[in-house]
């Protein structure tokens, strides 16, 4: 019985799962903000962007200026996001890296009547539920910061350097499963690139294929 229900487990998650490729891009396009085809692209400068957190507070980009950013794409009802939140490793991320002066913007783009959408109370009783610690949650509820940077899953992980540079685009690691036993023993790519990045050294994988399900936008 208790395989049964694993495998029914991920035969769901398989449902929702959507992976999509997230390939550097290196031609010559526009990446100032005010252009409405500003996007995000590898070793470019990344798109400026202004949100409200569940704080009440407005953050932009431009904020946290000389500083590391991770972008994080989350959608807590996803499976995916619920392997790494259930098993307190999206949080230990955070909580080590804001330690290191690393500014985490957590991003919800869920439209308004799709999985994940939430008012801000309701997110910030999530929130300390799970006992999170980003810099910032932010709601993205009209989609198009996510749409700028080419979120496509949750989670969906985006790194830009203190020069205001993209350096990483991708999964959080390379186990694309739900199941939180496989975050032991995975590259995590998140990890990766801080500690190369931070210690002046190359970005060895700078894009990799996201995983999870797909972000929410309005249709």
């Given at each position: 019985m208790k395989?049964?229900?694993?495998?029914?487990?991920?035969?769901?998650?398989?449902?929702v799962a959507v992976p999509y490729g997230v390939k550097a891009q290196h031609e010559g396009h526009s990446h100032d903000a005010k252009h409405?085809?500003?996007?995000?692209?590898?070793?470019?400068?990344?798109p400026e962007?202004?949100?409200?957190?569940?704080?009440?507070?407005?953050?932009?980009?431009?904020?946290?200026?000389?500083?590391y950013v991770v972008l994080e794409w989350n959608n807590f009802e996803c499976p995916f996001v619920k392997k790494f939140y259930g098993a307190?490793?999206?949080?230990?991320?955070?909580k080590e890296y804001t330690?290191?002066?690393v500014a985490w913007l957590t991003i919800c783009s869920s439209a308004e009547g799709k999985q994940g959408y939430y008012e801000a109370e309701t997110l910030k009783t999530m929130n300390a539920d799970r006992k999170t610690s980003p810099t910032a949650?932010?709601?993205?509820?009209?989609?198009?910061?996510?749409?700028?940077y080419g979120a496509k899953t949750t989670p969906h992980i985006f790194i830009i350097n203190p020069d205001g540079v993209l350096i990483y685009a991708g999964a959080i690691d390379d186990k694309p499963v739900p199941d939180p036993a496989a975050i032991e023993g995975a590259n995590n790519y998140v990890s990766a690139?801080?500690?190369?990045?931070?210690?002046?050294?190359?970005?060895?994988?700078?894009?990799?294929?996201?995983?999870?399900?797909?972000?929410?936008?309005?249709?």
């Open positions: 395989f049964g229900r694993n495998m029914a487990f991920l035969a769901l998650a398989a449902a409405a085809d500003a996007h995000a692209a590898i070793d470019q400068k990344a962007f202004s949100l409200a957190g569940i704080d009440g507070k407005t953050y932009s980009l431009a904020d946290f200026k000389g500083k307190g490793k999206m949080q230990s991320l955070q330690e290191k002066g949650y932010l709601r993205d509820v009209d989609g198009k910061v996510g749409k700028m690139t801080l500690t190369s990045a931070m210690a002046g050294k190359p970005v060895e994988v700078k894009t990799t294929e996201s995983y999870g399900c797909g972000v929410k936008y309005a249709n």
